[in-house]
């Protein structure tokens, strides 16, 4: 596989000297302008989508319909931060009168809204070449914000990475945007280099814990410490009840091997362990299933290895059963099925509550509601829990939700957590060591947020003040006037 050339330190100077440039004239664009933007980015990256994917497919080992699909993604999500920008809530604009009868003191005339943080920088994931790279969610959410990006390329896929930035940009260049709104850079310390630059203000990050706690660790510990919004990882437990076996077990058996194989098990939603009842009946048909799952390439080698050494960890516990062991081959990588009981489970969690980045996943049989409810409450955080469940069950349900509320970003309910829609109501993210910053999202309308601060304006004169707070509304933005919410 060629390579692209690590980015000199020269070069990284210009591009932090450029993205400081032009967060001044790109934050102050009115919200239309910068989804025209956005627009101009998507309908760019959709009309290279022949040129990207080769690449994609090149670098990646993903199949051309999985890497299509991405692009449609990532286009899709430029499209909805546009949509964000035109309707003008995410500004949390809040105005209030001043007052001189207010008690217990009076009130100065208040103006409140967000604004752009400035330069933020973006750690490409390895598994999403397109929708969590650099045309991602965190460059979609950050541009919206008025934000320049600066991309740290992935590894796994340098050429691709390079060739999307290079599309990018011109298609913003020729939409108006200022020079060094947006930048690709790569190297192994080249990330590190630059989120210690106090140039840069947030950092968002996809990948491992350990590497994710390491970038953590610079971004809160330098002279200026900043916002850094890591995805880490995540076991996504599912939960089954008696009644749902019951009534559907053979659809749940087969949803759960769809679920965690899928895309080679290279998901940070994919569900680590399933939870059946005692007597459940469907060992023989999940592994069946997963038998009958072909082998399938991973991205690179070291995700590949990584994965069979966790794999051989996780067989080698002793209260650990392999159902199917999934050899590695010169075909790709075959599904393992593993099981154990929630009495072992709780006996030493931290042995077996640990992601397993690739496709292998284990079956929890337990013994009744008390052992659920353990066996939840062993977890840290995630970002899915999922619960299959029968209309009878609704009295023994709100205990386990209660559980998992406090545990995870989203609640599955029979459903499968792969999958995150691209949506206004949607929340990708979850307690540590899910993400770093529990309170945001890296995907739907409300990830824009991680990249705005509040700016309070105090008597100031009409003339002065952004377009957002002048009492004529000019952008006609939705704003909450004397605590009353006030469309636009």
Request: aromatic share 4%; proline share 8%.
């Amino acid at each position: 596989m060629s390579t692209v050339p690590g980015t000199t330190p020269e070069e990284l100077e210009s591009v932090l000297a450029a993205a400081t440039r032009a967060a001044g004239p790109l934050g102050t664009l009115r919200p239309a302008e910068r989804a025209g933007l956005l627009r101009a980015a998507a309908d760019a990256l959709d009309a290279a989508a022949d040129e990207l994917v080769p690449l994609a497919i090149e670098e990646s080992s993903l199949p051309e319909g999985r890497l299509r699909g991405e692009v449609a993604r990532s286009s899709g999500q430029l499209r909805l931060f546009a949509e964000v920008l035109e309707e003008g809530s995410f500004l949390e604009v809040i105005l209030d009168s001043a007052d001189a009868g207010a008690k217990p003191v009076p009130r100065p005339d208040l103006r409140r809204m967000l604004v752009p943080l400035g330069p933020v920088l973006v750690f490409a994931a390895s598994n999403f070449p397109f929708a969590f790279s650099v045309p991602g969610g965190d460059t979609a959410s950050a541009l919206a914000a008025g934000s320049p990006v600066v991309i740290k390329a992935h590894p796994g896929h340098p050429k691709l990475s390079q060739r999307t930035g290079e599309v990018l940009v011109e298609a913003l260049r020729a939409a108006g945007a200022p020079e060094g709104t947006f930048a690709v850079i790569h190297g192994m310390d080249v990330g590190t280099t630059a989120l210690t630059d106090p140039r840069v203000k947030a950092a968002a990050f996809t990948g491992s814990v350990k590497g994710g706690r390491a970038l953590l660790d610079i971004a809160t510990t330098r002279a200026e410490p900043i916002p850094f919004y890591g995805e880490l990882g995540s076991l996504n437990p599912v939960f089954v009840t008696p009644a749902a076996v019951a009534a559907r077990g053979d659809g749940i058996a087969d949803g759960y091997v769809g679920s965690f194989t899928l895309g080679t098990g290279q998901f940070c939603t994919k569900p680590g362990l399933l939870f059946l009842p005692e007597g459940h009946g469907l060992e023989e048909r999940i592994a069946a299933a997963v038998r009958g799952t072909a082998p399938a390439g991973m991205l690179n080698d070291r995700i590949r290895e990584g994965h069979a050494h966790e794999r051989d960890r996780l067989e080698g516990l002793g209260p650990v059963r392999t159902l199917v062991h999934g050899a590695d081959s010169d075909a790709g990588v075959a599904p393992t099925l593993l099981a154990t009981t929630a009495k072992e489970l709780l006996a030493d969690p931290d042995a077996l509550l640990q992601e397993c980045f690739g496709p292998t996943s284990i079956i929890v049989e337990y013994a009744g509601q008390d052992e659920v409810l353990a066996a939840a409450e062993a977890f840290g955080g995630n970002l899915t829990a999922t619960i299959h469940a029968e209309d009878g069950d609704a009295a023994t349900l709100p205990p386990l939700l209660d559980v998992l509320r406090e545990r995870t970003g989203r609640l599955v309910y029979n459903g499968w957590p792969t999958g995150v829609a691209v949506a206004w109501a949607m929340h990708h993210g979850g307690p540590h060591p899910a993400t770093t910053a529990s309170v945001h999202t890296s995907v739907g309308a409300t990830a824009v947020r991680r990249f705005l601060r509040p700016v309070c304006y105090q008597d100031t004169p009409q003339a002065l003040l952004p377009e957002a707070l002048q009492d004529g509304n000019p952008l006609g933005l939705p704003r909450r006037i004397d605590g009353v919410l006030t469309p636009a």
